[in-house]
């Protein structure tokens, strides 16, 4: 019997290797010993006071421009319980993270996806979703996109916003993977191009790791205290200890050398991941992102990720589905890879893996 | 001028002086020097496991009884959005803790409120209430509750076990206080009558402090599995790291020590409170219980807490308002004195002022 060990080519989650763990024990050890009553105690709902002073003076806003939260995604529903009434339209991509979509839809609101391309969205069907759908907001990911791997152009970013502006639309601009750029030139982010009408959501889940679960949300401060108010009403306040901890691992100056270790231990497995690709399966359609976690793959006709995710198994290779990041349908041929998470030999050989159960499903379709 | 601080008789709040820094540092120390991945990864929605395995066999129940959340209050309207339906009747006791209601109204659920005695909640009410309103479920403070400080008898809590089963509710046993009895005797939990239709919920919030937000249920599995979907959904995983540091502290044996050390620093403010009621406001009826947080006060007639608590800030003692406890009004006369995070010469002083008051109040309405 030969065993063959799964590679999970299904998980956006950070390299276990990428945990500091020594400096996240010295930033907690420092923290507790001076005994801030705030680390243990209930407090703000906005979240634990030093870290939004930080992260304000990082982003260079005010401090009540910040709300910090336990992990981006719940802030997001907050705004969802904040701003939306059952029924309301809201605008993502179309793929899309599908937790988002998930929370949109417990909440009775109505996604109405707008296709992604390699450069962003389609601003023609944008602007007609705009125009026919008169949507609350539009849930947005710039950069290193979960789960396509496109960013948008610096052009369609401005002419986003002259959309949004035009049709008095709120943008949710979804930044987590947005400082992992491995190379080329940083975009500006639409909170920059419209900061009175944008909430830019982002979390250390993929810096320092998620299981802090620090998360936070950039905005107008009236929308900001909106959202403080349906925290406060959920669990009185977020996770100060955590959040303590993460504001004496950045106030020590941690976060810029964590950065380079990532981009270091990420860039090649990007690489290997493209490099596979190109290798292995030529013919299929695949982005190649400057940054991020995730590259994506449409397949040729002829072949669904659905029997590529059920032979994939048979051969070691796990994979999440395509159609559940799609609002709208759509995705039968869409395949999201993560890569940061797995070596380069992981990578190259989960490819081939994917590669063979493509050959397989696609003969398999052919002879019925 | 003579400043007078204000003394702050509105926050169920520990005590600042309770929070063991060293020792969660200590832990804190231990749990991320072991280097285990999954205080810093994103993990399973049922929350970190060693912590579960430990709560379980605390509890005396299977692990898959066992999740923990950042806090118990998000559990709970976890609980609500898995089994609630806009509309349901839920019953709850009359008073009870406002946040609760504030979640019960946000999805919807009509909160019918059983007037609660000393020793529980009127029985006679409570069968109407099930008989007629077919409630989902009732959520219950047996122990030193918040905000009156009664104590379910042993006898209600058996009629109440019975009068559930027979009209088939879920029981959500509220069970944060129910260590920190400073005198008298244990009475069976709810979960202890009824582990198959009881969900109970507790926390460190009141034992190692709020800061960290580690909360729990114990319950049915398969509850305890349908919480979980929610979770996921909404957070995807609780605050590992905070959770990884509260079971190091627990599996290193603090707990009975902190729950001694708490009950040493709590009981003489207890007893001060009660001191003190009975000196400056004979005429009001007290509660008197045996443990917790909270005594609660039903002022004279002749007053309100509204005006009280008017007065009593220009006195330098800062109220709760009553009617918010009370989901079908009342509460008129209701004032709750969180007794915990205030020291015993603080408590005297705070209770002469608002005697001080009471008789104003008093006579500017007798003037009227």
New interface residues.
Partial sequence: VRLVKTILFN?G??A?ES?A??E??AA??DA??A?N???????PSLGFAPLREWLAAHHGVAVDQVILG??S??LL?FLL?AQGRAGDAVVTESPTYD?TL??MR?HGLRPVGVPLAEDGPDLARLEAAFAAEKPRLAYLIPDFQNPAGATCSSDKRRRIVALAERYDVLLVEDAPYRVLRYRGTEEPSLFSLAPHRTLQMSSF?KL??????VGYMIGPAKLVAALAKVAE??????????H??AWEWCRSGKLPGQIERLKALYAPRLDACLRALAEHLPEAHATRPEGGFFISVTLADGVTTKAVREVGLRHGVQLADGEAFFPNGGGERFLRLPFCALTPDEIAEGVRRIAVAVREAASARAAV
């Fill in positions: 998980r989650v950070p276990t945990f763990f020594s996240v024990a907690a050890g507790l010993r005994e009553p705030a680390l243990l105690q209930y407090g336990n992990g995604l719940q529903e319980l937790r998930t929370l417990r889940s320092v790791g998620p299981g802090p679960r009403d959920t669990y009185i306040c977020p996770a100060n200890l955590a303590g901890i």
